[in-house]
Antibody, heavy 121, light 107 residues
Framework: EVQLVEFGGDLVHPGGSLRLSCAAS????????MSWVRQAPGKGLEWVAH????????YYVDSVKGRFTISRDNAKNSLYLQMNSLRPEDTAVYYC??????????????WGQGTLVTVSS | DIQMSQSPSSVSASVGDRVTITCRAT??????LAWYQQKPGKAPKLLIS???NLQSGVPSRFSGSGSGTDFTLTISSLRPEDIATYYC?????????FGRGTKVEIK
């Protein structure tokens, strides 16, 4: 069974840093594209970051470019999101998600339960 | 960036009604369109990939159609368990943007 479990959400001051982790099980992380998606309280979904299988391609939404870094450790079957220079508007539940892996689709077929990041003084 | 506009933002319908949600992209995204369902307090769930491919376990009352810039999610006969917010997402170009969501409620 595919499972994704996020860790690391916390309350942090503006300007602070946080590292989110996503532990994958039931599949080999190194075979799939992965993404982070966030959802601010009471708001819709926002795609945040993407990484391909070998980490050679990374993409970010404009609002986090230069501040967030997506990475993966395939040996540990884990995905990460390093978040620096955090702002109040980064407050959200952050989801780790795995692409379906089916040719002709680029859909997020599996999601974790999310971890809450709160940026506030 | 490609923007996705969804309408309506909310819909209230009776059990058994047909519900249609539309999604429009600001440029041609071919068939790189997915639909997700999110129930309160839960993670999103993929319903449909590549415009019309129903995911395993998703009831057949859900269907998707469209191509290019205009897409539709249809619930043929609304059930109480379909109460949720529905999002479209384009995967043609990065960033893979979502629509703002459509909240479906029971009248």
């Amino acid at each position: 069974e595919v499972q994704l479990v996020e860790f690391g959400g916390d309350l942090v001051h503006p300007g602070g840093s946080l590292r989110l982790s996503c532990a994958a099980s039931g599949f080999t992380l190194g075979n799939y594209w992965m993404s982070w998606v966030r959802q601010a309280p009471g708001k819709g979904l926002e795609w945040v970051a993407h990484m391909n299988v070998d980490g050679s391609q990374k993409y970010y939404v404009d609002s986090v470019k230069g501040r967030f870094t997506i990475s993966r450790d395939n040996a540990k079957n884990s995905l990460y999101l390093q978040m620096n220079s955090l702002r109040p508007e980064d407050t959200a539940v952050y989801y780790c998600a795995r692409y379906l892996g089916v040719t002709g689709t680029r859909s997020l077929g599996y999601w974790g339960q999310g971890t809450l990041v709160t940026v506030s003084s | 960036d490609i923007q996705m506009s969804q309408s309506p933002s909310s819909v209230s319908a009776s059990v058994g009604d047909r519900v249609t949600i539309t999604c429009r992209a600001t440029q041609d995204i071919s068939r790189w369109l997915a639909w997700y369902q999110q129930k309160p307090g839960k993670a999103p769930k993929l319903l449909i990939s590549a415009v019309s491919n129903l995911q395993s376990g998703v009831p057949s009352r859900f269907s998707g159609s469209g191509s290019g810039t205009d897409f539709t999610l249809t619930i043929s006969s609304l059930r109480p368990e379909d109460i949720a917010t529905y999002y479209c997402q384009q995967a043609h170009d990065f960033p893979f943007t979502f629509g703002r969501g459509t909240k479906v409620e029971i009248k």
